[in-house]
């Protein structure tokens, strides 16, 4: 994001770009998070009854892209609302 607000926006065309690199920043959360692999070591010692117990529960980790959305959209409105004129 620092990269992105640094960039000259009196150049032609850097709105629109940037813009539509924010935009797609912005819909990452709902396309494209994913689930992490979970690996399972070979030669592992025995379980116990609490490490049994605990492994039937599901402890999938998920990455998601929702605190990149939030750092994306306030400025996304901010540039539209910049440069809105210059793209009606």
Same mark, same amino acid.
């Given at each position: 994001?620092?990269?992105?607000? /640094?960039?000259?926006? @009196?150049?032609?065309g &850097?709105? $629109?770009?940037i813009?539509?690199d924010? $935009?797609?920043? &912005? @819909?990452? %959360? $709902?396309?494209?998070?994913?689930?992490?692999?979970?690996?399972? /070591?070979? /030669?592992?010692?025995?379980?116990?009854a609490?490490? %049994?117990?605990?492994s039937?529960?599901? *402890?999938?980790?998920r990455i998601?892209?929702?605190a990149?959305?939030?750092?994306?959209?306030?400025?996304?409105?901010e540039?539209f609302l *910049?440069?809105?004129?210059?793209?009606?």
């Amino acid at each position: 994001m620092d990269t992105v607000n /640094g960039i000259e926006l @009196t150049e032609p065309g &850097a709105p $629109s770009h940037i813009l539509r690199d924010l $935009s797609e920043y &912005a @819909t990452l %959360a $709902s396309i494209a998070s994913f689930d992490v692999p979970q690996v399972h /070591g070979h /030669g592992a010692k025995p379980f116990t009854a609490i490490q %049994a117990l605990a492994s039937m529960t599901p *402890q999938h980790k998920r990455i998601t892209y929702i605190a990149l959305t939030k750092m994306c959209m306030p400025r996304l409105a901010e540039l539209f609302l *910049q440069f809105k004129e210059k793209f009606l």
